[in-house]
Structure formats: structure tokens, C-alpha cells
């Protein structure tokens, strides 16, 4: 694949906020044209105010509501083709029935399965031997008539993905570390706090699987132990219903708790408000289970922010234990209450922690090395559709 003048077609399901998706895809985005490619954005839905407006300009954004329709959009001469998730893996599919040599490298951030998802996984609910046996027929499905029709090559963020995708529907697939440009959070080296509140805090967009009720629960043991603590949650709770319901329970759990004044929710923040956030912190937890990733993790130890980061999530593969970063037991806030207790007990490993959480991120995580990768597998898909030409 000649990388003159090359044009991409990076595919979004939706551009309506600034999430950790979003950014990942725009971030690559800017990053390949500053190498000289072309790149046009798809999406079904765009908030051109919300999504990142900073990053986007310049740049090409064609929105259409519908995946067939979406893929009529895509310039008949565009090169290789980008979808994030798998509802854009569609548009890819239905272009390559018009335009067949064109490669496709699909990069999955979260996995929906007819027999897996991690809602499904934390949902009490079990369903029938037949129920099961259809949701194996419609998961093949879906592989022959999209993964097969979208992709050559698929990207996933973490190690369990790729198992998943390997054991539910046979698809192979390259771990593919996400990016950071550090450059915009800058380093506040740490001093042990003392005789003083401590600032703990979380990042996310709310989702159960966030379980910041983990650190809610975990600053209650705190206080108890008589550590003075206060916890912040920033984060979107209003995007949609789950989310504003969830966010309705965590304020009764900590009400429950009697730390309701201690728990504060900032709601969506600019970037801004969450560089003085990671800036005025003391500790950053990251309680998510499962989560693919977590690129707030490494935003916080680029900040300085020593962290703790649950085992299940995507972000503790590249970790190491008491080295850069504290792991903690997941969905267990007596995990947590430890961790933040032997760092408020140790300076030594609190300010170890805030310099080397730094120094990771910056030998090892960057969109230049995330970039690099996913062009790499261009290359390899390129490959494989120009052996079949």
C-alpha cells in the first residue's frame, strides 16, 4: 500500500459527545493527516459543540442516519477504510459490495454479542438452553455477513476482547494499546498530603459497569478510620436513562452512608475544568470492572496523580503493581479503602508513585505509537486484499 496522498475513511457510530471512543478515533484522525493522509470522519450522529470541537476543526465530517445510506456517502476513491465498533463495521460491509479491493480494518473498543456484553454479564438475568442456541445463530451471522463482509484486520484494546472475539465467533484479532497526547496534561509533581482533606477522584462517563459506588462505599470505610476524605465524580450521568437512574442511586448510597457531603458529582466537565481537577486531586481511582481500557488512568498519571486502577480493567495489563500504579480486587471497595489507606500512610510510595505513573505514560503511551500500529495493520490489510486481486 503506497502511503502517497492515501484517503482514509474513519467510520463513528456517533459524534454527540466527548468520550473516550470519540476521542480515539479523532485523535488518529489528526495524527494520520499530520503524516500527510487524508482522512474524512462518517458518523450517524454529530454534536459538532459537544464532540470535541477543538480537535475538529478542519477536518470532514459527513453525518448520515442510516448504515446503507451512510456508505453511499464514502468517496468512491477512498483508500482504506477505519470503522470503530461494530455498528460502523455495517457501513464498511455495504461499501464492499460496491467497491470490493478496498481494505478494512475494523478496531473494536467494547464487544456486543447476542451472547455476550458486559451489561448481560452483570445482569442477574439467565436465559433458556433455546434462547441461548439463537443467539449462537445470530452471533454466526453477524460474523459471516459483517465481520467477514467489513474487516481484513481487527484491532481490540485488550487482551480479554481478543479471547472473546476468538472464542464467540473464531476472529482473530491484534491488541492495540490506545493513545495519549500528553502534552496536554501537564505534570504536577505530588507532595504527601498532610493535615489536610484528601481529594479523591473518579473520571468516567456513568455506566454501571463503572461501579463507582465501589469508591463511594470505600471513602465511608475511610472516614470511619478517621481519614478525611472527600471523593469527586466527574462525569456525563445525563446522556442517557440508565445513566441518569444510576447516578440517582450512587447520591442515595452515599446519603445512606452519611458522606452525602463528602461525595460530590460534577456532571460533564470541559477539558479545561478536568485539568484543574486532575490538577487539585490527590488520588485517582479507577474502580470499573471490565472496562476495555480507561484512558482517564493514564490522563491522571500523566497529571501526577497516583492511582488505583481495578484488575479487571484494560488498563491494568500494562500496569505493574506497586511500580507505577496500585491494583485493586475488583468490585471490592474494601480493596480500595486499603490501597488508599497504605498510600495516605506511606509518602515514600506516594510520591514513588506520582513520578513514575508519569514517566510510564510517557515512554509508553502516545497516538504517534497508537497510530503507529493501527497503520501497521492497514499495511497487513492492504496485503491480504491485494494477494486476492
Given amino acids: 500500500m503506497s502511503e502517497e496522498k492515501l484517503k482514509v475513511g474513519i467510520i463513528l457510530y456517533q459524534m454527540l459527545l466527548s468520550g473516550g471512543t470519540e476521542r480515539q478515533a479523532i485523535m ?20 459538532k459543540e459537544k464532540c470535541y470541537q477543538e480537535l475538529l476543526n478542519g477536518m470532514r465530517v459527513v453525518v448520515e442516519n442510516d448504515a446503507r445510506k451512510l456508505s453511499l456517502c464514502i468517496d468512491r476513491d477512498t483508500d482504506i477504510l477505519n470503522p470503530h465498533e461494530q455498528i460502523p463495521l ?15 480494518v475494523l478496531m473494536i473498543n467494547d464487544l456486543y454479542l447476542a451472547q455476550w456484553s458486559l451489561a448481560r454479564e452483570l445482569s442477574p438475568i439467565r436465559f433458556s438452553l433455546l434462547r441461548r442456541c439463537m443467539q449462537w445463530f445470530k452471533d454466526q451471522y453477524e460474523s459471516r455477513r459483517f465481520f467477514a463482509g467489513g ?20 476472529r482473530k484479532s491484534t491488541v492495540v494499546r490506545s493513545g495519549l497526547d500528553i502534552s496536554r496534561f501537564p505534570f504536577s509533581a505530588r507532595a504527601f498530603p498532610q493535615r489536610r482533606r484528601v481529594r479523591l477522584l473518579c473520571h468516567a462517563l456513568f455506566f454501571r459497569h463503572r461501579r463507582f459506588e465501589d469508591a463511594i ?37 452515599a446519603e445512606e452512608l452519611g458522606i452525602a457531603e463528602r461525595v460530590s458529582f460534577k456532571g460533564e466537565v470541559r477539558e479545561s475544568e478536568l485539568l484543574r481537577l486532575y490538577k487539585e486531586s490527590d488520588i485517582f481511582l479507577f474502580p470499573s470492572h471490565k472496562q476495555t481500557w480507561g ?82 495493520l492497514f499495511q497487513k490489510a492492504s496485503a491480504t486484499k491485494e494477494s486476492y486481486a
Wanted: contains cysteine; glycine residues 4%; proline residues 2%.
Fill in 28 to 47: 488518529l484522525a489528526r495524527e494520520l493527516v499530520r503524516r500527510g493522509y487524508a482522512v474524512t470522519l462518517y458518523t450517524f450522529q454529530y454534536n
Fill in 90 to 104: 455495517r457501513v464498511a460491509a455495504y461499501f464492499r459490495r460496491r467497491v470490493k479491493r478496498i481494505p478494512s
Fill in 151 to 170: 474487516s481484513d484486520e481487527i484491532a481490540v484494546l485488550n487482551n480479554g476482547t481478543r479471547d472473546m472475539l476468538e472464542f464467540y465467533l473464531g
Fill in 217 to 253: 462505599r470505600a471513602v465511608a470505610r475511610l472516614v470511619k478510620d478517621g481519614f478525611d476524605v472527600e471523593l469527586a465524580i466527574s462525569g456525563s450521568y445525563t446522556h442517557k436513562k440508565d445513566a441518569r437512574v444510576y447516578h440517582e442511586e450512587l447520591k442515595h448510597i
Fill in 295 to 376: 484512558l482517564a488512568v493514564f490522563e491522571a498519571m500523566a497529571s501526577g496523580l497516583p492511582v488505583i486502577v481495578s484488575r479487571s480493567a484494560g488498563a491494568s495489563e500494562v500496569l505493574t503493581d506497586y511500580q507505577n500504579t496500585l491494583l485493586s480486587n475488583p468490585c471490592s471497595d474494601l480493596s480500595i479503602f486499603v490501597l488508599v489507606k497504605e498510600l495516605l500512610q506511606t509518602p515514600e510510595l506516594y510520591e514513588r508513585l506520582s513520578q513514575s505513573g508519569r514517566a510510564f505514560v510517557e515512554k509508553d503511551i502516545s497516538w504517534e505509537r497508537y497510530t503507529d500500529h493501527i497503520l501497521a
